[in-house]
């Protein structure tokens, strides 16, 4: 079978929804559900300083009202997340990502700059083109 070599970039989450450091879980739970999304950029500025999964913001919900008045998202989120350029080989990245066990890459583009996110979501919809021999490029729906 011959490789495919397809950058990453092709089948990215272009522009997704992120989130501020200063977020509390309520107001990220909020902004998952009303994307339909399962992981969140934490941004400063225009720099990705963490990622926040749907698991973290559920993990808090046990917590009493006013204890989870005092989380915000600078205080779950995962800080220094895996980024990788958007022109890196889709199949290192889902490689890299099935190693791990992690569900979404940040993916990064010109200055080091957010140009998107990889979720294994993406990676199974890349797939199904990529099997199909589809030819002409996937966009994410939401």
Known sequence: MQAINVPVDEFITPDPVT???DMDTDELRELMQRHDIRHLPVMRGDAVVGLISDRDVRL???LTVAEKLQVRAGDI????PLSVPATTPLAEVAEIMARQKIGSVIVTGAEGRLA???TATDALNALVEIARG???RWTHAG
């Open 134 to 136: 589809s030819g002409t």
């Open 60 to 62: 808090v919900s046990g």
């Open 19 to 21: 989130a501020s450091e």
């Open 116 to 118: 998107g996110i990889f």
């Open 77 to 80: 989120m995962r800080t220094e």
